[in-house]
């Protein structure tokens, strides 16, 4: 599928599965701008429409990962500077932080957080999910077994 017709079809899903996984609208955004980049500068060579966009998934969920780790880096390193000073209380993560539920799915590790996003919001089934996170389909049944009790976890003790 050519990058332009892959951008008309699924723009806005890919936005919403990076929201989803980074909870931040403009890491998303420019998490699936940078894919597209990438993908028009240089196109894979992929077989069908169904490859092409798990290529594009799999990249968007590369790329919320370095946004992920960027961000703890730029954390690690503004609280060494501000030390001394008042924490200036940060706009976009108390905005992504908003309602429990996403409160809850950004404290699951990154496995448990991608695979309910994968099954629940883009709803993939198990072999999908297994074939882009190349892990085993038991894998992927015990990894959102595990997310789903501690994510009910987390929005009962939010209630409290």
């Known amino acids: 599928m050519p990058v332009v017709e892959l951008f008309r079809e699924h723009h806005l899903e890919l936005v919403r599965?990076?929201?989803?996984?980074?909870?931040?609208?403009?890491?998303?955004?420019?998490?699936?701008?940078?894919?597209?980049?990438?993908?028009?500068?240089?196109?894979?060579?992929?077989?069908?429409?169904?490859?092409?966009?798990?290529?594009a998934r799999a990249s968007v969920l590369n790329g919320c990962r370095t946004?992920?780790?960027?961000?703890?880096?730029?954390?690690?390193?503004?609280?060494?500077?501000?030390?001394?000073?008042?924490?200036?209380?940060?706009?976009?993560?108390a905005a992504a932080d908003r309602g429990v539920l996403v409160a809850a799915l950004r404290e699951l590790p990154r496995r448990q957080r991608e695979v309910l996003?994968?099954?629940?919001?883009?709803?993939?089934?198990?072999?999908?999910?297994?074939?882009?996170?190349?892990?085993?389909?038991?894998?992927?049944?015990?990894?959102m077994s595990r997310g789903l009790a501690a994510l009910a976890q987390a929005v009962r003790e939010g209630d409290r």
């Open 67 to 93: 946004a992920y780790r960027q961000a703890a880096a730029r954390r690690r390193h503004a609280a060494i500077l501000l030390e001394s000073t008042e924490a200036v209380p940060d706009t976009a993560a």
């Open 117 to 143: 996003v994968l099954h629940y919001y883009c709803d993939l089934d198990v072999a999908e999910i297994a074939a882009m996170l190349r892990i085993g389909r038991s894998t992927v049944r015990s990894t």
């Open 17 to 55: 599965l990076a929201a989803m996984v980074a909870g931040d609208l403009a890491v998303a955004e420019d998490v699936v701008q940078d894919v597209y980049e990438r993908l028009h500068r240089r196109p894979p060579v992929l077989r069908d429409d169904a490859a092409s966009l798990a290529y």
